[in-house]
């Protein structure tokens, strides 16, 4: 068995750098989005006061639900759901995998540490040890970057999906009847 979890090593590690890199892209990615957010506020507010499928309609960057809803007015609440879980899925994966590679990277090394320890031979264990501590401070790093990244990006998302349901709600009938009683009121 000690053979067979040694050939997991490799791997997990070119996990958990990939993860740190995906991370990386992840942040970036969060902090655009949410310069984005920060930027088309206006025009989402002014979006959902005029109608999410009025002539003037224009989807501010940023907000993923709103432009679904805009692209398609058949769109349903359990439809902006999925696609809400959607937007959260990787860095949500990320965050749950990477201790868990940073886990299994600790352990692998820790047994040719003790033996190691057994032979006397310092230099083993101190070469072990530092796989192993960097391994799980790696997967520690990832998913505290990714758990950030998913908590904010569920807040902006449930706020997102708060604003659009009464429009979504009411033209359950279909997006026709808003755009007559938005002709009508005009």
Not at 77 to 100: H, I, Q, W, Y
Not at 109 to 125: E, F, N, R, T, Y
Request: overall charge neutral; charged content about 20%.
């Amino acid at each position: 068995m000690y053979q067979v979890s040694d050939l997991f090593m490799a791997p997990v590690l070119i996990l958990l750098v990939l993860l740190f890199f995906y991370s990386l892209y992840a942040l970036g990615g969060f902090f655009v989005q949410g310069y984005q957010r920060s930027r088309g506020k206006a025009r989402f507010r002014r979006l959902l006061k005029n109608g999410l499928w009025s002539q003037a309609a224009e989807t501010p960057k940023g907000y993923p639900l709103a432009a679904l809803a805009v692209e398609n007015p058949q769109v349903s609440k359990d439809e902006l759901d999925v696609a809400a879980l959607g937007e959260m899925e990787g860095v949500r994966m990320v965050s749950r995998v990477a201790p868990m590679l940073g886990l299994i990277a600790t352990m692998i090394p820790m047994g040719p540490a003790l033996k190691s320890l057994s032979d006397g031979d310092v230099q083993g264990i101190s070469e072990n040890l530092i796989v192993a501590f960097s391994a799980v401070i790696f997967g520690l790093v990832v998913a505290s970057i990714t758990f950030f990244i998913a908590s904010t990006k569920k807040k902006w998302l449930a706020q997102e999906l708060v604003a659009l349901l009464p429009h979504v709600e009411n033209c359950s009938e279909g997006p026709g009847q808003e755009k007559e009683a938005l002709r009508e009121a005009s």
